[in-house]
């Protein structure tokens, strides 16, 4: 296990009493280049040896939080500030590669005054450049201006009464012209896509007179038979150049490649490249990260009798020593979001990763909890706008290879290969294509596994084939050989480390995941902050109030992140990503609990479907309710008129409430009271006899009671 690697930081306690803290640039067997993070200094040697021992002795302590590296979103980075950053960067990309002759005085001082007379900008700022990028972690956003939170990108002009640009020439004959309006804008994009955007490759100019004929129209006319649009003036509609400015404005290049010729061209051709494939590794740091869909039909853990079809499987593996650094397992086939959950599975403590799954482990069984130098990937997963966070956040390079080249991407490959051969003959469930014949049973329905489950047989795969599978295919260099290194990933591993240092580095736990959580946005209601049905909430937002003010001011929206492998609790901030406040799941979200995000949306898909299934039985019996509502008071108001006295008015009829009321209280006592012990024969013929006449004693009843009411009112001026 490494103690510490590149990108560390080590605090040191001086004899006077004084602190200072150095970031590792660069470590081999005897030496590491530091640099003082506090100080105005250029990097300088110490000794491994001096290292070990200071931190034996307590002089020196490895520290965990990094305050000083750069972490913001790319979306939240001014584009000027992305433009002092991308100038800085261009300057020194090339000097900070070359390890470790850069820390060197004197090769150093070439490179600078090369690169001064290349871009003309002063030695004095190409030197604060570099140390700025070694102080703040090794990453592009080290070269953000500190002031990054001023400034904004400049908005759009809204269209006003006096027309905006420069005059055309000759109005009088054209027209003075008109402003580009939303309106007008979104007919642009309708013409662009309907004319410009397709097979028959139309020029812009014949996209715009089509526009114009179909679009800019005061009606039609009728000449031989031909129905002719009469075409607005000049001066009533837009110009072929506001046209041909917002085109380019919004232009979308990959959708007008693919439309007007194929996405192969555009992938062949135009695609971005932003990696290229590697032939050979000589140390661990370098990874291989790829998806396949499992040959395995699993069930819900909801419900098992739901089958929600095949997992895919995500793993990330050392190109050196073929040791699987991360895996995981979702119902995302070939996207961002399962890769993000492989990739901050290899930066994570194995140990309470397996405890989540019932597997007890050691440190020693699974010792690969860093991040990588590069990742070579398939276009698919990496690609986009999350990359460049996990470039510039982390300052991963991201090698993708061409289409139909899986041989780029070997040894990930072969993982995927050896682990169904490992465990697909002892799954329920598993796809069995060559196998099947007319009359044969569906192998989906023998789905018995969960993802949980499916997860832990996994697991034990990756122990196996990291502990224990031996690599019959390696071939061993000359160093391994004389050092008797099995090839066995966890013995190349550990030798590759210890030997030749790898290009592992060490960047907080917060860090990686901040970097790579989902983002989303989320309501806060006076029941919680609620996202996908879910409601959370925080000892600190109770206590300041957070949903009493929801409740009485109304409900807004927060930015969040989370993991979805655990939606127990999610991460709720501000603009400032560093700060946030971690909110978990409510009593209300109970069913919730250890549920994955893929789990629970499935729930509620579910649960929406049978909903609208279920909504034609509702309405009908709602229906039937009304209408059995409708003739019990239809019932009612035959009895009224049927019972009620024509003489007493509707005077009388109110005032007379409240003895009516106590009289037939005092029926319904006498009706409902509880008479215990008489079941023999005669009390029976008894009840037969008074349920003839019962009807009748009842209303003599009602009435003698309400008439001795009515005496007691007046005599006693009884109160209810």
Known sequence: MLKYSVNSLIEWQEENGDKSIERLLWIDDEIAYVIDVNKNKVPYIRRIEDIEVALAEDKAEIIKEDKYIVVLREEDIAEKHKVIRDKAWNIVKDMVDKEPDIYQASFRRKLIKKASENYGISEFWILEYLKRYWKRGKTRNALLPDYRNCGAKGKERKARDAKRGRPRANQSVKGEGINVTEDIKRIFRIAVNKYYYTTAKNSLTLTYELMRKEYFNDGFKEENGVTIPILK????????????????????????????????????????????????????????????????????????????????????????????????????????????????????????????????????????????????????ELEGGNIENLINTLNVKVKNTPPYRADLKSAVERFFGLTNERIKPFLPGVVDLDGRERGDKDYRIKAKLDIYQFTQILIKCVLYHNNHYHLDYYKRDEDMIEDNVQCIPIELWNWGIANRGGTLRTVPEDVIKLALMPADTATVTPKGIRYKDMYYASKTMLKNGVFTDARVKGRWNVKISYDPRNMDYIYVYDDNIKKYEKCFLTDAGSRYKEKTIEEIEYLLAVEKMQREKNKDNVAQAKAQLISEIEDIVKQAEEDYKRETSIVESDKQRVKNIRENRKAEKMIRRMEEAFDLGNSDENYQNNLDEEAETGENDTLQLLFRKQKEVMLDERSDDTQW
Request: proline share 5%.
């Open 233 to 380: 003036p000049q001066s009533q509609i837009p110009s072929f150049g506001q046209f041909r400015y917002w085109f380019y404005k919004e232009r979308d290049l990959k959708k007008e490649i693919t439309s007007r010729y194929s996405n192969k061209k555009y992938q062949k051709r135009y695609r971005p490249i932003i990696g290229s494939s590697l032939d050979g590794v000589f140390q661990p740091g370098e990874f291989e990260i790829d998806c396949q869909v499992g040959d395995v039909y699993l069930v819900s853990r909801f419900n098992r009798n739901w089958i929600i079809g095949r997992p895919a499987i995500y793993a990330v593996i050392d190109k050196f020593s073929r040791m699987i650094c991360g895996i995981y397992v979702g119902l995302e086939s070939g996207s961002y979001l399962g890769a993000m959950m492989a990739l901050l599975n290899a930066t994570t403590d194995k140990v309470e990763f397996c405890k989540q799954y019932g597997i007890e482990i050691e440190e020693k069984d699974w010792p690969v909890h860093h991040l990588p130098e590069s990742i070579t990937a398939d276009r698919g």
